[in-house]
């Protein structure tokens, strides 16, 4: 949908501009200009050399008419040949006058053309080395432009693509230092006599390398799903009962922090698409951010929300809630509104993401909405109903 937007889009440029300003009539003009040029040379030179031939050919004549009859076609035979004569010559001037005027024309316009192309071409191989910051500087009001313009734009992406990926590896290169300095700095204090071997020291250690683990699992599934290769097994199923189990087992873990969690069900459940693990994937890591991002006393509620061939599930807590410019970044890879706090907090930075790709796998939507700072947010997932892929049954009457 995205790739046809940007061609209609690049379409309707293209026809607004105007018509003297594309290259096709330019090219256009500059044949039509050779053709011209080639038919005046042509017309003059054949009305010079006519008007000389005739009157030659008027001389031949007053001669001829004190002759006998020999002379008479001696002289038409004469005219004949010079006719022909002049009509050589004039077709010869008019190919040379041609051929002048398309080398004239042809190396304006193809410098016109070639230079810019060589421009763009040089351009993009620098982006294929590698070097973003390349840019085309073409002055110019035809398709030409509109191309330097397209890579110019391709070259601002390609260039934030490689600052999120050196980004991706400073974060991950983070993350996976953080557990292993700790655990490897408590081992150094056991092995000294530093640290007391304890309960608590091993449940520290194991809980880092836990902490590892959760962090190279998730890096594999971002891996595969951005590769496509996301295994997803969608099947018809209630999905009220997945979210009854749900709130059950984080029923615990929000008494605990004092954080009240409801279940906001409607009368009718409708049968959904989806693969409920994924799903279920999915609706974890909304809840475990909901309680991560909410202070105690505050409330987490989860609803389902029937939308004709789609059930919205929405999670909504209040919370520290998200500012408006994050909204549309929380779903990046290691994007964090509070860096800090989602570090101390146990966070990876890729759980949004990993969700973002598998609802879209399922064939939903995902996106937060938020009032602004303290004021907590909302998640919502759409997920299709199970009437999208129910077979059509066509009943045939007896004769």
């Not at 006599?193 to 608590?200: F, N």
């Not at 279940?263 to 409920?276: K, Q, T, W």
């Amino acid at each position: 949908m995205r790739l046809f937007g940007a061609k209609t889009v690049g379409r309707s440029h293209i026809l607004r501009m105007h018509w003297f300003h594309q290259l096709r009539w330019k090219l256009f003009v500059s044949h039509a200009i050779i053709i011209v040029i080639a038919i005046v040379v042509l017309l003059g030179a054949a009305q010079i050399l006519v008007r000389s031939s005739m009157m030659e050919g008027a001389a031949i004549a007053a001669l001829s008419r004190s002759d006998d009859d020999l002379l008479v076609m001696s002289g038409e035979a004469a005219i004949q040949r010079r006719f022909q004569s002049v009509l050589e010559q004039a077709l010869l001037l008019a190919s040379f006058g041609a051929l002048a005027a398309v080398v004239v024309v042809s190396l304006f316009v193809s410098r016109r053309i070639v230079e810019p192309l060589q421009d763009l071409t040089a351009v993009s191989r620098r982006l294929a080395q590698g070097y973003y910051r390349e840019r085309t500087f073409i002055h110019s009001d035809d398709e030409l432009a509109e191309l330097s313009q397209s890579i110019n734009h391709l070259a601002e992406a390609l260039d934030r693509t490689e600052q999120r990926r050196l980004a991706l590896i400073a974060d991950v290169a983070h993350e996976l230092r953080t557990p292993l300095t700790t655990i490897e700095g408590y081992m150094e204090g056991l092995l000294d006599g530093v640290i007391a071997p304890d309960e608590q020291t091993f449940t520290l250690i194991r809980h880092e390398a836990a902490r590892l683990r959760r962090l190279t699992e998730e890096l594999g599934l971002l891996s595969r799903a951005e590769a496509g290769e996301l295994r997803v097994q969608p099947r018809v199923f209630d999905v009220c009962p997945l979210l009854q189990d749900l709130i059950a087992r984080f029923h615990p873990q929000f008494a605990a922090c004092e954080v009240d969690l409801q279940l906001n069900l409607p009368l009718f459940c409708p049968d959904i698409y989806a693969d409920p693990d994924r799903l279920m994937q999915v609706m974890v890591n909304l809840l475990s951010n909901a309680l991560r991002y909410t202070p105690a006393g505050g409330l987490v509620e989860v609803s389902l929300t029937p939308l004709g061939e789609y059930v919205r599930i929405s999670v909504r807590d209040t919370g520290i809630g998200i500012e408006a410019e994050h909204l549309a970044l929380i779903f990046e890879r290691f994007y964090r509104v509070d860096k800090s706090r989602a570090r101390n907090s146990g966070g990876t930075g890729i759980g949004l993401t990993i969700a973002r790709h598998l609802v879209y796998a399922n064939g939903g939507e995902i996106w937060a909405e938020s009032a602004g700072i303290g004021k907590g947010s909302t998640f919502h997932v759409t997920i299709p109903t199970a009437v999208i892929h129910q077979p059509v049954r066509i009943t045939i009457a007896d004769s």
